[in-house]
């Protein structure tokens, strides 16, 4: 599905590599079954022509990593980004979080990346390969006769289909072309919670947040999430990332967590993603984001660099909380 | 049901006396509410003290076995479970399980042989017990030296026992060190690491060291340089616990669980060990 | 072999249930399954398996152990244990059957952990032989048999029935009260149901993975190896892999101040977190590299060096689909123990 290939990003690479702009590369590592993709460091054109891949797998946002691996790294880090990836990478600067001189940005168009687990439910389990074919990804399986033909469109992660950009705010090159800002329904779902009564809308949260085990997934891959030590992290903060059985503790951790990131959240989607109980936490901070375009004005977290969020931002014509109140009261 | 008492559920204990031993080191007397000791232990186990709503956390019992009233514990001030009872008065009462873990070989290995115990700063407080016990029962172990060292006077730990009673032993020299000259201090200054090169012991005893990481690394490596072998050198370790019987995975290193299968080591043992304690 | 038609076997659950909560995999709306109570009218999933594996049954992810009564300088403690009933824990598959072995090796070794001993005695298991497999599924490598799935009582469900074989006393009596919904039958089509998972075992991609580098005794061998540093170069230090693993054991105990008393609970800990073993005074693992190792090592070095070779992985897959950045144990025995297997 993707207009980019492989070849293209290994070349691209290759040649940067080769004439010393960069030192390393954060790609996509090829895993076991073709869609179990890691994000890898590859240091030559050799190890990439090995290991490197790009298919419609490669969904994880890079963003975040650059904090970390831009500290101990010597010369400049490639990277490839999503349009997408680009608002958490101009957040992350906006937030003085790594030095954009050690990162070499390579913007990569996206068709919108697919969800394995969705490409299952219609395969079925036991892949024994699975490759994209134009719009459509082959699937074949140790239990089906023939390869099973999935449009990929159907099979499109949640972020994807409600995709807000397919234009880069950010890149040193980019490949392909430009695209634009997209209209979505990313919102709709959140129209709908508000929608519920307040019984109604507990009940719901109350359900998807007794699923968490609290792994942590959601914080850690959270480009939004980049304190040196959380305050989950802390055993002194007593909200240590445990809670006893009967209580409603473990739920104050995403709450707290959306307040933490309101404003500063690009909607990238990558906590919805990796979480392994299938909670829409996405949902939270998308209303937050509704929120705030609807009080203070359209605002996109990330689409510059620099920007100031309207929740840390104060300006004379800012609402009264009392009117903010009334405002919420007119959605419910 | 399983009608049984688990190891993870403690008794209640009572602080019977407070001493304040340095700066930052207090020793608590402990005793089960109706007065007696809470259990038996051998020299070098532990004991997992709480304070409900604060924490649990791992001790070694500093006291003799051969104590049979009461257990004492040295604790230096250091994180939320010690800092709460640093605070803590006579008639406060807390939890207490144990023991735990594997104790110093005093009944086999030791016995009859000439010991060497090397302690650096709180490091006394897991070797007081095993002293102590070697004391008692003076007549199944040959000469005793203890080296004992802190940053200053005011630092040593159980100072008026050392001087007042081990002192005095027969066959039991003490050799004491602080880490910088000061004015009431006629003894020895420096290092623990090059006093024992030092005083450069015969070969044929059997060490037993406990202090910090930095402390036993060095002091190691002085007894091997005098000639010791590392199957005679035993040492404690402490990591972060929470079960305080092989089951929670904390303190797990290698296919070792230093709750119970230290943290008593010999050190010839540590070194089939993945370095990460 | 006892034998019941899957037209009733909704009267089979309802049977089961008259006696013991009955659990068994339930279709979740997010699609996946999860162990859910019976009642009349639940589905039974089709689900390969759970997201979550079923160590949650005798291992909470979190439970209270006790509480206390705090009034000045006393304490009370309360001990909060209280007798379990019997239940039933329905379709578990091979691999999480053999979870419970390498769990009982932990919690029931002395000193017992009574809390688990407890559920673990009331908690009868009814295995599921799995037909389709998944391509994550390396159950095979650890000599744990899909079609011949151990528990209380066994069972194979072809095309239009469900058949059960008991194995232990419990099992035996949960059957023998199941008997108007149960019918004896020959061995044909349940032997004729291990045939084909036979063959297809041979067919998953992972089939041929190596346990040879591993095992107890290969501590200094592998523990540095130079592999570990891409390997966990891009480990996110979350705790998914720990959760969703039917054998991650470790927990963390707190107490938790109700303001009227306080709970001493346990809960499920990880080793890939950057506090579980951070003192007061330091930390033995400080980087993620070294938790990253902690975590494979213990399944496939420590934990077979102190239970006679029995690995701590069950290859029930969980890890491979859920990671974030799909790192995971059998990439992982790839690269640190050699390529076999390719």
């Given amino acids: 599905m993707q207009k980019i290939t492989r070849e293209q990003l290994i070349d691209q690479a290759s040649e940067l590599l080769a004439n010393g702009t960069v030192s390393t590369v954060l790609g996509w590592g090829a895993g076991e079954f073709g869609y179990d993709v890691t994000p890898t460091l590859f240091k030559t054109a050799e190890e990439m022509q090995n290991g490197f891949v790009f298919n419609d797998f490669c969904g994880a946002n890079f963003s ?207 906590c919805a993603r990796v979480c392994p109980q299938n909670i829409p936490l996405h949902l939270l901070n998308r209303k937050f984001i509704k929120d705030i375009n609807t009080f203070y004005g359209e605002y996109q977290a990330g689409a510059e660099v620099g920007s100031r969020s309207p929740l840390t931002d104060y300006t004379t014509e800012d609402l009264e909380p009392s009117e903010i109140f009334v405002g919420r009261n007119e959605h419910a | 049901m399983n009608n049984m ?57 500093t006291s003799s076995p051969t104590n049979t009233e009461y257990m004492e514990f040295s604790i230096k001030k250091c994180g939320c479970v010690t800092e709460w009872l640093h605070q803590a008065e006579v008639g406060q009462q807390i939890t207490i399980r144990g023991p735990y873990g ?28 095993v002293i102590n ?64 090169k030092e005083l450069g012991f015969d070969t044929d005893k059997t060490a037993v060291l406990c202090g910090p990481p930095i402390m036993i690394k060095f002091t190691l490596e002085a007894l091997v340089a005098l000639g010791f072998d590392k199957r005679q050198v035993y040492t404690t370790l402490e990591l972060r616990m929470k079960c305080g019987v092989g089951k929670c995975g904390r303190c797990n290193v290698g296919a070792k669980y230093v709750c119970k299968d230290g943290p008593v080591f010999r050190c010839d043992e540590l070194e089939e060990l993945p370095s990460e304690y | 072999m006892l034998k019941c038609s899957l037209d009733n076997v909704q009267t089979l659950f309802a049977e089961i249930a008259k006696e013991a909560k009955l659990y068994l995999p339930i279709d979740n709306a997010d699609g996946t399954a999860v162990f859910g109570e019976w009642s009349r009218g639940v589905a039974w999933s089709n689900a390969l398996n759970t997201a979550k594996s079923p160590k949650d049954f005798f291992f909470p992810q979190t439970e209270d152990l006790m509480r206390f009564r705090t009034e000045g300088k006393k304490i009370e403690v309360i001990d909060v244990r209280r007798e379990s009933d019997d239940f039933v824990v329905f379709g578990v598959r091979a691999c999480d059957v053999k979870s419970f072995d390498v769990l009982d090796r932990v919690f029931l070794s002395e000193p017992c952990d009574s809390f688990y001993a407890e559920k673990r005695a009331h908690g009868i298991i009814v295995s599921l032989a799995c037909t389709r497999p998944a391509e994550t599924c390396f159950c095979g490598i650890f000599g744990i048999h899909a079609a011949e799935p151990a528990g209380d009582v066994s069972a194979w469900k072809t095309e239009d029935a469900l058949y059960l074989r008991a194995n232990t006393e419990k099992g035996t009596a949960l059957v023998a009260r199941l008997s108007s919904v149960l019918e004896e039958c020959s061995d044909d089509a349940v032997n004729a149901q291990k045939e084909s998972i036979a063959k297809i075992m041979n067919k998953l991609p992972l089939k041929d993975l190596s346990t040879e580098a591993f095992g107890g005794g290969k501590t200094q061998d592998l523990f540095h190896s130079p592999a570990w540093d891409a390997l966990s170069s891009a480990c996110l230090g979350c705790g998914t ?69 029995l690995f701590g992985c069950v290859g029930c897959g969980r890890c491979l689909a859920k990671c974030p950045i799909s790192m995971n144990i059998v990439k992982v025995m790839k690269q640190i123990g050699g390529n076999k297997g390719e």
């Fill in chain 3, 241 to 309: 892999c720990t959760f969703v693993c039917p054998t991650c054991q470790c927990y963390d105990i707190k107490d938790f101040n109700t303001g009227n008393g306080v709970i001493r609970y346990r809960c499920w800990d990880s080793c890939m977190y950057s506090e579980f073993t951070k003192m007061a005074h330091g930390n033995n693992r400080l980087t993620q590299k070294e938790r990253f190792r902690q975590r494979f090592m213990h399944k496939l070095v420590y934990y077979p060096e102190n239970n006679d070779g």
């Fill in chain 2, 5 to 61: 008492g688990d190891t993870l559920i403690p008794s209640v204990g009572v602080i019977t006396d407070v001493r304040i031993d340095t700066p930052d080191i207090k020793t608590f007397r402990v005793v089960t509410s109706d007065g007696k000791k809470a259990f038996d232990h051998r020299p070098g186990q532990c004991a997992m003290l709480s304070i409900p709503g604060v924490g649990e956390a791992m001790f070694s019992i």
């Fill in chain 2, 102 to 129: 594997t104790p110093f070989p005093v009944d086999d290995v030791f016995a009859g042989k000439d010991l060497l115990f090397i302690a650096g700063g709180v490091g006394l407080a897991p070797l007081r017990s």
């Fill in chain 1, 64 to 270: 975040k990593y650059l904090v970390s691996k831009t500290k101990t790294l010597e010369g400049k880090l490639l990277v490839f980004l999503k349009p997408c990836d680009t608002y958490s990478f101009n957040q992350l600067l906006t937030e003085h979080r790594f030095d954009r001189e050690k990162v070499y940005v390579v913007g990569i168009p996206c068709e919108g990346m697919a969800d394995i687990a969705k490409v299952k439910e219609i395969s079925g389990e036991g892949i024994s390969s699975i490759a994209s074919d134009g719009d459509r990804i082959v699937v074949t399986t140790l239990y089906a006769d023939a390869p099973v033909k999935i449009d990929a469109r159907n099979v499109l992660a949640e972020r994807c289909i409600h995709c807000k950009s397919k234009k880069h705010v950010a890149y040193d090159t980019l490949l392909g072309e430009e695209g634009d800002v997209v209209a979505s329904a990313r919102f709709d779902e959140v129209t709908r919670l508000e929608s519920m009564t307040p019984d109604e809308r507990f009940a719901f949260w109350q359900n998807e947040l007794s699923k968490c085990i609290r792994c942590n997934a959601c914080r850690d891959a959270c480009p939004a999430c980049t304190c040196e030590t959380c305050v989950f992290d802390n055993p002194k903060s007593g909200v240590e990332n445990k809670s006893p059985s009967n209580s409603f503790e473990e739920q104050m951790f995403h709450i707290i967590r959306a307040f933490h990131v309101a404003g500063r959240c690009t909607d990238c989607g990558e």
């Fill in chain 2, 133 to 196: 016990y070697c004391r008692h029962y003076r007549d199944r172990y040959g000469n005793i030296d203890i080296v004992y060292g802190s940053r200053s006077k005011a630092d040593l730990l159980d100072y008026r026992e050392i001087i007042e009673e081990w002192a005095n032993d027969a066959g039991v020299k003490v050799h004491l060190t602080i880490d910088n000259p000061q004015p009431d201090w006629d003894g020895h200054v420096g290092f623990v690491p090059s006093y024992v």
